[in-house]
């Protein structure tokens, strides 16, 4: 079970993980977080962007872990803000803009930690 630092805003840092690997960090930590089944919003340093035209393996595999995670983070997730270089947020805008559909809950993408939490802690109290 993943460590849930922060509560209720849940916040991980796997900007030293590869591509690959950070998915299930993330994937790992959300879910801890939607068992508690209270209201949470989440800050999620992300690693850097492979290089442009990369693909990252594992995609079926992220997709499954999404789908199980989806239902809770409707339920239970105010917000998830992704810090990311000014690249990753470009490499993944298209994933970024579609945040509520995909995620099931609001996103947001800055390259600033503090920002991240400021918009995180705003979304609890919008709540």
């Known amino acids: ?3 849930l ?3 209720p805003v849940v916040e991980l840092d796997a900007s030293g993980l590869t591509p690959e690997a950070a998915p299930t960090l993330v994937f790992d930590t959300l879910m801890t977080a939607v068992e508690r ?3 949470f919003a989440a800050v999620l340093r992300m690693p850097e962007a492979p290089p442009r035209g990369r693909r990252i393996a594992g995609v079926a595999e992220r997709v499954r872990m999404l789908k199980r995670l989806r239902p ?3 339920e239970h997730c105010r917000g998830l803000a992704f810090v990311m270089s ?3 947020q470009r490499n993944n805008a298209k994933a970024l803009r ?6 099931g809950c609001p996103t ?7 920002q991240a939490r400021s918009w995180a802690l705003a979304r609890l109290e919008n709540d």
């Open 1 to 3: 079970m993943a460590e």
């Open 5 to 7: 630092v922060g509560w």
């Open 37 to 39: 089944r209270e209201t």
């Open 72 to 74: 809770g983070l409707v």
């Open 86 to 88: 000014e690249e990753g």
């Open 98 to 103: 579609s945040g509520p559909t995909m995620w």
């Open 108 to 114: 947001f993408a800055t390259d600033d930690p503090e």
